[in-house]
């Protein structure tokens, strides 16, 4: 009777998820249903209206609604980099559009990459004649550097202007591993590879400070001479000097301190906005006061979709982290991306391929998956061009040795040439409760490594000896994409992170450019014609049955995801802290392997999946 009942109980277990699930669907067709409108690509006479309320991104990731529903809030929109960059260039170019209205009252960031390629479509759109206008009630580093290619930018006079610079502190582990006695094996090859620091020390490295201070640096100049470029009358140094200073002299108005400084041009809220571009736009006299005519970024987009047709020239994106499997969008999986690469080399019409690359790496057994993928193209006389983005490094950098030649922006961070990997055991906490772990072994790697009782000298030469094994590998694929010998790649690898204008000089990259630059490229070494080749997406399409059910849990098009205030977003961006925090953990847990993973060069990617790392915390409570 037990079994019978236990069966049972099984059956309505599985009865009762169907029902769910058969609701979900129901429920989720019917919002489907309500919220259709009739011709999505139709085209209105005034302004671009483009409301960026999430953050650019390399490749957008497929919707969880699980993590939005653990993590207690809608996930993030995500912007493609290359989809709002055309669309801006073809308004440009387009009677219909009278101006480009930016609205950045909740603007999450990007890459500082991605921000300056977006920031040159907005100047050429502004240089074609087109005035571009941007609103929001507080500028941060990421909104004020595509603002700043503006004609007017426009603050609410409840909001302000703050500028933080890249930088930041992150988690260090060893006092807490050694307070609950958790023993972390770390193995590892390169001075500067700071990715393992946390579990070994309780502060950072004065070789770890060296190297991320060598890469920050410049790339928060080439953030400040972006903005002197762009607005040469805005005086930001000494705001960012002192700025405590400057907001004591203005009684804490940040408003005044922005306008005093040309930083900001109008005060004004979202209605004395609106009217200001109506007056090119024209007003829309239905929606009330402050209202303009306009289209919609993702009308417009609908309207102006990509070329296709003709020769091709295929573009793969390897974004987020590399990891083994089938994982992504928006993260790397290898056996995914391998797939792609395999079906790209089935179209008869395509002529050259272009690896964008927007990732700190991760699995090495992924990126070398990768990388034999991508070395069948070359095998078949198919140029190969890469072209990094916001981050390409470690495991991203191994991806990309398979490349004819590397593009990269002096903002890039590249580099972190090194390998580790890292495995807890708990001997010592164990002991700490009167448990010893015992046993028979028949050779000397019987049950390692184990953590219960702790490793042996002969799985430590074993995992060391392979990370060191996989290293020189790693230097040797270097070492011949790039036409140096081993010690000389070695000089300048050990883990190191480089920014983009020091690695053009010490050879790890072969020039300056954008993704397009690179495709021009690619399509010049298949002696194509300018402008007589489609570019082709090399992509995972997204699954419907996922799409229709995270848009049960999707914001509405005018509901604002976060706080507009100061506080509200300076604090919201440390919530990034826990995706950190959850890496860390995952990390340390060794179920991930050998790992050519830059962690420290995370922080230069969008913080897209802040509901995603907050519903990973709540799965691990509850699995307690």
């Given at each position: 009777m037990g079994f019978v009942k236990s069966a049972w109980k099984v059956l309505v277990a599985i009865k009762d998820g169907l029902v769910l699930l058969a609701m979900l669907m129901f429920f989720g067709l019917i919002l489907a249903a309500l919220s259709w409108r009739p011709n999505p690509a139709a085209v209105t006479d005034g302004a671009l209206?483009?409301?960026?309320?999430?953050?650019?991104?390399?490749?957008?990731?497929?919707?969880?609604?699980?993590?939005?529903?653990?993590?207690?809030?809608?996930?993030?929109?995500?912007?493609?980099?290359?989809?709002?960059?055309?669309?801006?260039?073809?308004?440009?170019q387009d009677d219909r559009i009278k101006v480009i209205a930016l609205d950045l009252d909740s603007f999450m960031g990007g890459g500082q990459v991605s921000l300056q390629q977006v920031g040159e479509a907005l100047g050429r759109a502004r240089a074609k004649g087109k005035p571009v206008y941007s609103f929001a009630t507080f500028y941060s580093d990421d909104a004020y550097m595509l603002a700043a290619h503006g004609s007017e930018i426009w603050v609410d006079p409840m909001g302000g202007a703050a500028f933080t610079g890249p930088g930041g502190s992150r988690l260090y582990y060893k006092d807490f591993l050694d307070r609950f006695k958790v023993t972390a094996h770390v193995y590892r090859v390169g001075t500067f590879k700071s990715a393992v620091e946390p579990y070994l020390r309780s502060e950072q490295s004065p070789e770890a400070e060296e190297a991320l201070l060598a890469v920050y640096r410049p790339i928060w100049d080439n953030w400040q001479a972006t903005v002197k470029k762009t607005r040469p009358k805005a005086d930001l140094a000494s705001y960012i000097a002192d700025p405590a200073a400057a907001i004591t002299a203005a009684n804490g108005d940040l408003v005044k301190v922005a306008m005093d400084r040309k930083i900001i041009?109008?005060?004004?809220?979202?209605?004395?906005?609106?009217?200001?571009?109506?007056?090119?736009?024209?007003?829309?006299?239905?929606?009330?006061?402050?209202?303009?005519?306009?289209?919609?970024?993702?009308?417009?987009?609908?309207?102006?979709?990509?070329?296709?047709?003709?020769?091709?020239?295929?573009?793969?994106?390897?974004?987020?982290?590399?990891?083994?499997?089938?994982?992504?969008?928006?993260?790397?999986?290898?056996?995914?991306?391998?797939?792609?690469?395999?079906?790209?080399?089935?179209?008869?019409?395509?002529?050259?391929?272009?690896?964008?690359?927007?990732?700190?790496?991760?699995?090495?057994?992924?990126?070398?998956?990768?990388?034999?993928?991508?070395?069948?193209?070359?095998?078949?006389?198919?140029?190969?061009?890469?072209?990094?983005?916001?981050?390409?490094?470690?495991?991203?950098?191994?991806?990309?040795?398979?490349?004819?030649?590397?593009?990269?922006?002096?903002?890039?961070?590249?580099?972190?040439?090194?390998?580790?990997?890292?495995l807890p055991s708990f001997e010592r906490a164990l002991a700490e409760y009167g448990i010893r772990a015992d046993g028979v072994a028949t050779t000397q790697l019987s049950g390692q490594p184990d953590i219960l009782g702790g490793f042996n000298s002969t799985v430590d030469t074993l995992i060391q000896g392979s990370i060191e094994h996989d290293y020189r590998r790693f230097l040797a694929l270097v070492g011949k994409a790039r036409?140096?010998?081993?010690?000389?790649?070695?000089?300048?690898?050990?883990?190191?992170?480089?920014?983009?204008?020091?690695?053009?000089?010490?050879?790890?990259?072969?020039?300056?450019?954008?993704?397009?630059?690179?495709?021009?490229?690619?399509?010049?070494?298949?002696?194509?014609?300018?402008?007589?080749?489609?570019?082709?997406?090399?992509?995972?399409?997204?699954?419907?049955?996922?799409?229709?059910?995270?848009?049960?849990?999707?914001?509405?098009?005018?509901?604002?995801?976060?706080?507009?205030?100061?506080?509200?977003?300076?604090?919201?961006?440390?919530?990034?802290?826990?995706?950190?925090?959850?890496?860390?953990?995952?990390?340390?847990?060794?179920?991930?392997?050998?790992?050519?993973?830059?962690?420290?060069?995370?922080?230069?990617?969008?913080?897209?999946?802040?509901?995603?790392?907050?519903?990973?915390?709540?799965?691990?409570?509850?699995?307690?």
């Open positions: 209206l483009v409301t960026l309320d999430g953050v650019i991104v390399e490749e957008p990731e497929n919707s969880d609604p699980i993590a939005a529903l653990l993590g207690g809030q809608a996930p993030l929109k995500q912007f493609r980099e290359r989809d709002l960059i055309r669309a801006i260039d073809t308004a440009a041009d109008k005060a004004g809220d979202r209605t004395a906005f609106g009217k200001r571009v109506a007056a090119l736009a024209g007003a829309d006299e239905d929606e009330g006061p402050g209202a303009f005519k306009h289209t919609s970024l993702k009308d417009w987009a609908a309207a102006n979709p990509a070329k296709t047709g003709g020769d091709e020239v295929a573009v793969v994106t390897i974004a987020g982290t590399i990891v083994d499997g089938d994982a992504g969008p928006g993260t790397a999986g290898g056996d995914r991306i391998e797939e792609l690469l395999h079906e790209g080399l089935k179209r008869d019409n395509l002529k050259a391929l272009v690896v964008r690359v927007d990732s700190p790496g991760g699995s090495a057994f992924a990126s070398e998956q990768i990388r034999r993928a991508i070395e069948q193209y070359r095998a078949r006389k198919i140029p190969v061009v890469v072209s990094m983005g916001n981050v390409a490094a470690s495991g991203g950098y191994w991806v990309a040795t398979a490349g004819d030649t590397i593009f990269a922006e002096p903002s890039t961070i590249t580099g972190s040439i090194g390998i580790f990997a890292v036409g140096m010998t081993v010690d000389q790649v070695d000089n300048i690898a050990q883990g190191r992170v480089w920014d983009g204008g020091t690695a053009r000089q010490i050879k790890l990259v072969d020039r300056f450019g954008s993704i397009d630059d690179a495709i021009a490229e690619a399509a010049s070494r298949a002696k194509l014609s300018k402008g007589g080749y489609a570019v082709h997406d090399l992509q995972t399409e997204p699954d419907p049955f996922e799409q229709l059910i995270a848009g049960m849990f999707a914001p509405t098009e005018d509901g604002q995801q976060q706080g507009r205030g100061m506080v509200a977003r300076l604090a919201w961006q440390q919530r990034a802290v826990l995706g950190q925090a959850l890496g860390d953990m995952q990390v340390l847990s060794g179920a991930q392997g050998v790992q050519a993973w830059c962690l420290e060069c995370s922080g230069a990617l969008p913080p897209r999946s802040i509901a995603k790392a907050e519903a990973g915390w709540i799965a691990m409570m509850l699995q307690r």
